[in-house]
């Protein structure tokens, strides 16, 4: 099997499909071909109960047999602008090149009920379109810094999947994917990758807005 590059999402949303995984796929994947990265981390310890890596190791990589060399985490422990800087070097060293930038195989994205997506929140959506392949944002309530992943490198992916569950989504999803008026202010409306392959993962209560 060729080497397929994945970004997870973090959030809880995502806990479902890693625990199906690695229940139902434990011996069926190749894990070693497999290569995980993040579309965005919070600036905090790998231990920490808010860390998304903690996250997967819980649900996901304590439970396959994947190497730990193919696994790249975002170091939240690290300063947030020194690990912005250091991740994008590692996605242009680890990433096959297209359309003269890195590409992930897969882009895996939650959304929080505010429309944003990785950690581009709607007050600092300009950071969509920041120049680097990584960037820090703010969380608009806690404050909490987090690393993550530009508009940029998310829509030169070869697929990019939306996962969003529950009834507190179901407007923006409905307003996104209807391009409603003024949708264009949540971040995940900027998510669409040059190949076209968009894919949404929902819940009956997410998808209730859609008819
Ligand atoms: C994060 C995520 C974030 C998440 C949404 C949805 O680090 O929080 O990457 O973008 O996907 O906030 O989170 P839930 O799955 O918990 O609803």
């Not at 680890?94 to 505010?114: E, H, K, S």
């Not at 959506?125 to 530009?150: F, M, N």
Request: net charge negative; hydrophobic share 40%.
């Amino acid at each position: 099997m060729n080497e397929f590059h994945v970004s997870l999402s973090g959030g809880s949303t995502p806990k479902i499909v890693f625990d199906f995984l690695a229940e139902n796929y434990h011996d069926e994947i190749d894990w070693s071909s497999v290569y995980f990265y993040w579309g965005d981390e919070r600036c905090v310890p790998p231990e920490d109960a808010d860390s998304n890596y903690k996250m997967t190791k819980a649900h996901l990589l304590s439970k396959i047999e994947m190497p730990a060399e193919n696994i790249f985490r975002i170091k939240g422990e690290d300063d947030p602008e020194a690990e912005a800087v250091r991740y994008a070097e590692v996605l242009k060293k680890q990433l096959p090149t297209a359309n003269g930038m890195p590409q992930f195989d897969l882009v895996i994205l939650g959304m929080g009920g505010d429309g944003h997506t990785a950690s581009i929140f709607p007050n600092e959506i300009a950071l969509w379109d920041a120049d680097s392949y990584c960037a820090v944002a703010t969380h608009p309530e806690s404050g909490q810094k987090r690393v993550g992943l530009t508009g940029e490198i998310i829509n030169n992916a070869k697929t990019v999947a939306f996962l969003v569950t529950g009834a507190d989504k179901a407007n923006k999803v409905e307003e996104i994917i209807g391009q409603k008026a003024g949708y264009e202010k949540y971040p995940a409306s900027r998510v669409s990758p040059k190949s076209g392959e968009l894919l949404w993962f929902l819940d009956r209560d997410a998808a209730a807005g859609l008819g």
